[in-house]
């Protein structure tokens, strides 16, 4: 096992090794939608990109996550392993809604072994979620 310091530098040699390996400007929070964010997450046995709804309205809430519902086909097909989760429960016992695509390689963010197959998911997968929200923008914009 790692100390925690040794795990802190780790997490933050994963980061910062993605950035120079694949330097782009990401979407992520630029989406000018609040509460509505794409993530890069990875930890100690799993790595995704997502789609994270966490408008703190309620109703807008609801709203926007039924907007994409609506567009869900359209998105199966450009991203078939996509899974819509109406109640995804964060570490912090938050529940939000949240639209992702698991890598489904074995992962781990202390195996160095493991980086390189997850960045490249990273870069694919998400190019693809940005995509489609440049495409349907407007369209998930009406939800508010």
Known sequence: MFSKEEAAQLRKLFWTS???????????????IKGFAFKFVADRK???????????????????FDQLLSLKTLLENEMPDVIFDNSYELESGKQIHRIYVPFQQ??????????RDCYEFYVNEMSK???F???????IKQAL
């Open 133 to 139: 929200f440049y495409e349907y923008e407007d369209f």
């Open 46 to 64: 799993k790595a995704m990109v997502c789609l994270d709804i966490e408008h703190p309205e309620a109703i807008a809430n609801e709203l926007l």
């Open 18 to 32: 993605f950035g120079k390996s694949f330097p782009r400007k990401w979407l992520l929070y630029n989406t000018k």
């Open 129 to 131: 979620f940005e995509l």
């Open 106 to 115: 074995r992962f781990s963010i202390y195996n160095k072994n493991t980086w």
